[in-house]
């Protein structure tokens, strides 16, 4: 009896051509509505899956760059959209400083990463460089800078003597907040530290050169260095043969430290001795310099930092072929010098 009913409901079993029509639209529409439900079951587990669960890292600080590579890390490069605020002139162009989800927050690898990233300083009077270091402002006047558009250091440099560090800018023009419309020269006056202060100089000969080089901007002197051979028993390879001012003299506080060497005996076929010499900007004062060195494997180390005024820089150097002596004052880079059998 139940088997007969059952039989009675499917299409090809009614002899009624009306009923049979009726049952296919019937199961037809059925079938539809649960072809419908399911894929929206299905459609809707795979969106609440998404991707895997992370915490959103802290970018704030980051450039942009590193802020990418950073996500990248955590996978969640693949939808970042940036907004650009400027909140205070304080913030660095192109630094992050804040996102959406905010840092700690649990995200997945798939959704949308908002960052939002300072425009910078909107630059349209002239800023206070009075107290900083010569050395910081020409950092961040440097050509790469955006400000060196619209600002530029007048040379030569004034300088005076001045109860305030060394190197300080004690005075400038045009003075904080005149209009900047326009490519505009600031005229500084640095400060050149205290009138008659006086250093004893060191006995630097018979030092290795790296030593010597290490003293004496310990001592907060300049340096330049010549080569030359020795001979007899002042021969010894790689040291420092004499020295002007003398050990014992008492100079001004500044005063550039000339000295002779004697090269090594023996270079390593992998290793090139030679001078580095090169000419820079003249400063009326001694700037905080620094030397950086990146082997034929990309790998960075720093050299020395030292004390210099400018203009013709020297000092010796023995490193592997095909590496790269980089100077700076301050974070700006003032050039790059190629170790090759050629110089």
């Known amino acids: 009896m139940i088997v007969e009913k059952l039989l009675s409901f499917v299409p090809g079993n009614s002899n009624d051509p009306e009923k049979r029509t009726y049952l296919v639209v019937l199961y037809s529409f059925l079938a539809m509505i649960f072809l419908v439900v399911f894929l929206s079951v299905t459609f809707f587990f795979i969106f609440m899956k998404g991707g895997e669960s992370v915490k959103m890292p802290d970018l704030s600080g980051m450039k942009l760059m590193d802020a990418m590579i950073e996500l990248q890390k955590k996978k969640l490069d693949a939808k970042v959209k940036l907004k650009i605020y400027n909140p205070s002139n304080s913030e660095e ?3 992050v400083i804040g996102s959406d989800p905010v840092p700690g927050e649990n995200t997945k690898t798939d959704s949308i990463i908002f960052l939002k990233i300072s425009r910078g300083e909107i630059l349209n009077r002239v800023p206070n460089y009075v107290g900083k270091l010569l050395s910081d402002v020409e950092a961040e006047l440097s050509p790469e800078n955006e400000k060196s558009t619209l600002l530029r250091i007048k040379r030569p440099i004034i300088a005076a003597y001045c109860d305030k560090p060394m190197g300080t800018i004690i005075g400038q023009k045009p003075d904080l907040n005149s209009p900047l419309t326009k490519l505009t020269e600031l005229e ?16 630097y000969t018979g030092l290795e050169y790296d030593l010597a080089i290490n003293r004496i901007s310990k001592a907060g002197l300049p340096f330049s260095f010549k080569i030359r051979r020795g001979t007899g028993e002042n021969n010894k390879s790689g040291v420092v043969l004499s020295q002007t001012p003398g050990a014992g003299e008492v100079v001004p506080m500044g005063t550039m430290i000339e000295l002779d ?26 700037l905080k310099m620094r030397a950086e060195v990146i082997n034929p494997t990309g790998e960075k180390r720093p050299l020395f930092s030292f004390y210099h005024p400018g203009g013709e820089i020297s000092f010796p150097y023995m490193l592997e072929k095909n590496s790269l002596i980089i100077v700076y004052v301050s974070d700006h880079e003032v050039f790059r010098y190629p170790v090759t059998n050629d110089n």
Not at 262 to 270: C, K, L, Q, R
Not at 275 to 285: G, M, N, Q
């Open 93 to 95: 162009r192109g630094i």
């Open 188 to 203: 500084f006056i640095v400060s050149k530290g205290s009138e008659g202060q006086k250093i004893r100089v060191r006995d």
């Open 261 to 286: 060497i004697n090269p090594p005996g023996e270079v390593p076929d992998n290793m090139v001795f030679n001078l580095l010499e090169k000419k820079i900007d003249e400063w009326p004062v001694n």
